[in-house]
């Protein structure tokens, strides 16, 4: 079943006095079935940023349609737009994002609190997460007392916790060393293998590597795709860096 749907993607953005336009997005079309694992690369610059927007309806686009389980974004409410994000999307982000003046606890709790659940539910919530996470002796800690790994876990568990329709991850490696990527990497794996959706954007070669599908956006479309298959990490890895060789060096579309 399609979970997520674009269409013909438009972003054309105005310079602030009207007097030129660029162009971020022409024509990205895409869908991403529910269970899918999909990571999206290409260059700085190629739209990345500005499709992710998009799809969190945190920006609207200038021509086309993004459709999440049906629901046309562009059509939600200004008012209504917060709820609907807390409600179908789970975030995961380079930065992490999680606020240093609460716990860990806390922050994995927010998106509930603003949702108005109670706290015992948000407590049986929070429980397995945890545990599947191995974050459970941390919920007490403050985000400046724990390592970049840990901090992750702990967004990623923010990003669980709501039992959101699709994970939008943001380069989640991109402040991680090697071991904390790996264990991440190996954490998606699992979190997906269960059912979760999870579209990531990354310049993460290896990050990439782990996802079920590759999409590759170049000058505001998508460029080319690479399906996993019965490749292992390593034979995918390979695939995607002559991809992004052949992006680099102008090589025609396959």
Known sequence: MEILTVSNLKKVYTTRFGGSQVQALSNVSF???????V????????????????????????GGQVLL?????ARIREAEKAQFRRDNLG??????????TFSL?????????????QYQEMEDRLKPIARKLGIEDLMKKYPYEVSGGQKQRAAVA???????????ADEPTGALDSRATDELLRLF???????????????????????????????????????????????LYQKISDTLTMLATGGDRV
Not at 39 to 62: F, V, Y
Not at 69 to 73: A, E, I, S
Not at 158 to 168: G, S, V, W
């Open 158 to 168: 923010r990003a669980l916790i709501t039992h959101p329709r699709l994970i939008l």
């Open 69 to 73: 389980d049906g629901r046309d974004l």
């Open 91 to 100: 975030f995961v982000f380079q930065e992490f994002n999680l606020l240093d």
């Open 189 to 235: 794996a699992s979190i997906n293998k269960e059912g979760q959706t999870i579209l990531m954007v990354t310049h993460s070669v290896k990050a990439a590597s782990h996802a079920g599908r590759v999409l590759f956006i170049k000058d505001g479309e998508v460029f080319h795709q690479i399906y996993r298959g019965v490749s292992t990490d390593e034979q």
């Open 39 to 62: 990571a999206i690369m290409g260059e700085s610059g190629s739209g990345k940023t500005t499709l992710l927007n998009i799809l969190a309806a945190l920006d609207t686009p200038t």
């Open 105 to 117: 606890k806390d922050n994995i709790f927010l998106p509930l609190v603003l949702a108005g659940k």
């Open 31 to 37: 869908k991403v079935e529910e269970g899918e694992y």
